[in-house]
């Protein structure tokens, strides 16, 4: 198959990381990736970067900003991680949010995901607040396998929030909402799963929005292994594609101090690690992103690396699939 690089505002970047030699038997990521800047043969299905630079979201939703920086940040942990298989990496670079142009971003995000999946490339969007969650939407949306082949989709999101909120400004905390209103205006119904949901940081109205646009969602308390996975197979069962999610403040704090908005509770890394490969798997997954890194809360960079460890879970599943 043949990868054309998208349009994008800061062309990709040299990877870095622990060098123990050449060949497969020493390979790290920082090795296997491939800067994408023309027009590239690959034998088999790759995995596609792309960074989407951005804490407008997060700035119109009164988080704690920084999220902007994510994207190198998760770059420079994957980068160093073992490659123990084949995978075919490739990075596209970033779109940059300056200042408060969201919508402008989040349209050129879109533009070049659609073109990554219609070329047959595994999408992994780099956030970046959770306002990439619509940019996303707007690349799975438009691809060939959705508005062309009719493909059956979901998205699943690992998360402590809806992010429904119903504002003027979209932001980090509306993208579902904005997709459901995009979907109802196509004459579908948006396919919705959300894994983790703090009953404590969910106002009743937001239930309410979820109960009234069908949602199905798990609650943090609630996720054992055994609930996660049967919750994971019944969502999944449904659907011909999936775009899975994964806020990063989903994860106890102690794991993800990094976020914009640090989880109390939240779901152990092993339950969402055996989501993240369950869904990748499957052989469904059609894009995936990771949103909320902000390094500049990130103590001893651990989100960065609990981020880098699930890209890893799911490129290696998802490619094998």
């Given at each position: 198959m043949t990868l054309r690089a998208p349009s994008?505002?800061?062309?990709?970047?040299p990877?870095?990381?622990?060098?123990?030699?050449?060949?497969?038997?020493?390979?790290?990521?920082?090795?296997?990736?491939q800067a994408l800047t023309g027009s590239t043969d690959t034998e088999s299905r790759p995995a596609v970067v792309v960074g989407l630079a951005s804490d407008a979201g997060v700035a119109r939703n009164k988080g704690r900003v920084g999220a902007a920086a994510g994207p190198a940040a998760i770059r420079a942990a994957l980068g160093p991680l073992a490659v123990h298989d084949t995978r075919e990496l490739a990075d596209a670079g970033d779109i940059r949010v300056e200042d408060d142009a969201l919508e402008a971003g989040q349209a050129r995000f879109g533009a070049a995901v659609a073109s990554l999946i219609d070329d047959g490339a595994l999408t992994v969007g780099l956030?970046?607040?959770?306002?990439?969650?619509?940019?996303?939407?707007?690349?799975?949306?438009?691809?060939?396998?959705?508005?062309?082949?009719?493909?059956?989709?979901?998205?699943?999101?690992?998360?402590?929030?809806?992010?429904?909120?119903?504002?003027?400004?979209?932001?980090?905390?509306?993208?579902?909402?904005?997709?459901?209103r995009e979907e109802k205006a196509k004459g579908r119904?948006?396919?919705?799963?959300?894994l983790g949901i703090s009953r404590?940081?969910?106002?009743?109205?937001?239930?309410?929005?979820?109960?009234?646009?069908?949602v199905k969602y798990l609650l943090d308390e609630d996720c054992s292994r055994?609930?996660?996975?049967?919750?994971?197979?019944?969502?999944?069962?449904?659907?011909d594609a999936l775009y899975l999610?994964?806020?990063?403040?989903?994860?106890?704090?102690?794991?993800?101090?990094?976020?914009?908005?640090?989880?109390a509770?939240?779901?152990?890394?092993?339950?969402?690690?055996a989501v993240c490969r369950q869904v990748a798997a499957s052989g469904k997954l059609l894009h995936v992103d990771v949103a909320e890194l902000n390094p500049s809360f990130d103590i001893d960079g651990r989100t960065a690396k609990v981020a880098a460890r699930l890209l890893d879970t799911i490129v290696g599943a998802a490619l094998d699939a």
């Open positions: 994008v505002d800061v062309a990709p970047q990877w870095t990381g622990r060098y123990d030699g050449d060949g497969p038997l020493h390979a790290r990521h920082w090795q296997r990736v956030g970046g607040g959770h306002e990439i969650a619509f940019a996303s939407y707007l690349g799975v949306a438009g691809s060939a396998r959705v508005s062309t082949e009719g493909a059956r989709w979901g998205v699943l999101n690992l998360d402590a929030h809806f992010d429904l909120r119903d504002e003027e400004n979209p932001s980090s905390g509306t993208p579902f909402l904005q997709m459901a119904e948006l396919n919705y799963a959300v404590a940081n969910n106002t009743r109205v937001l239930f309410e929005e979820a109960d009234g646009l069908g055994a609930s996660a996975e049967k919750f994971v197979t019944e969502f999944l069962d449904g659907l999610t994964i806020d990063l403040d989903v994860m106890p704090a102690a794991v993800a101090p990094g976020v914009s908005a640090p989880a509770y939240g779901v152990p890394l092993e339950i969402i690690n």
